[in-house]
């Protein structure tokens, strides 16, 4: 699923790029929220489910710092590249792109989610 969620992110970005239309980033605009939301929820979730009981602190710890940055360089990004055209879309569609390809190479190694059958 993340890989899809990474993959769909990507592709959304792009269609937000292309329609310069706010009628259409509405719609989209919630669906890459859902889209992001869900890969947060799948990286904590694994997160958790890899951590021991000794080094979790240290592993959630290391996951928050991580991902902070990454919510930091949402801002960079547009300082980098400034706000209009493709260009700051292009880079954050690689990053997703990138993201994607390595969910791919290392997803049959992260554990399956238990399901509740009560």
Known sequence: MAVLYAALTAMLLALIGAFQDIMFWFPARFALGIMTNGTYVISETWVNELATSQNRGRVMGFYTTILSAGFALGPFILAITGT???????????????????????????PEFAKDTT
């Not at 954050?92 to 049959?108: P, S």
């Open 84 to 110: 209009s055209g493709w260009l700051p879309f292009l880079v954050v569609i690689t990053i997703m792109l990138i993201t994607t390809i390595g969910l791919f190479f290392i997803c049959h190694c992260l």
